[in-house]
């Protein structure tokens, strides 16, 4: 079983930027990918990045594009999300999740991290 653990978030100002961490543990031989998502209140879960664990590919989200990248570090077992150029429209819950059988779903979560974007 893996573990999932955020990290990283909190109070910038607009234009600011953050790292949040995902610290994975447990059975990580299983990662096949970690993906960053965030909740804004009443809004559906968004899928914003995404990176696989052995081949580093990324992928980020048409509405982060150009601001946030995405990345791991295979011997740390940890996956990032940089944050650059914040908006307030940014301020959501983050949640990193793993894909642990291969099957392009998400069946680990970690338990989330806020991020708030002040004017």
């Known amino acids: 079983q893996v573990h999932l653990v955020e990290s990283g978030g909190g109070l910038v100002q607009a234009g600011g930027s953050l790292r949040l961490s995902c610290a994975a543990s447990g059975s990580t031989r299983n990662l096949y990918r970690v993906g960053w998502f965030r909740q804004i209140p009443q809004k559906a879960r968004e899928l914003i990045a995404s990176?696989?664990?052995?081949?580093?590919?990324?992928t980020v989200s048409d509405s982060v594009k150009g601001r946030f990248a995405v990345s791991r570090d295979i011997d740390k077992t940890t996956a990032y999300l940089q944050m650059n150029s914040l908006k307030v429209d940014d301020t959501a819950v983050y949640f990193c999740?793993?894909?642990?059988?291969?099957?392009?779903?998400?069946?680990?979560w970690g338990q989330g991290t806020q991020v708030t974007v002040s004017s």
């Open positions: 999740a793993a894909d642990t059988d291969a099957a392009y779903d998400y069946d680990v």
């Open positions: 990176v696989t664990w052995h081949g580093g590919t990324t």
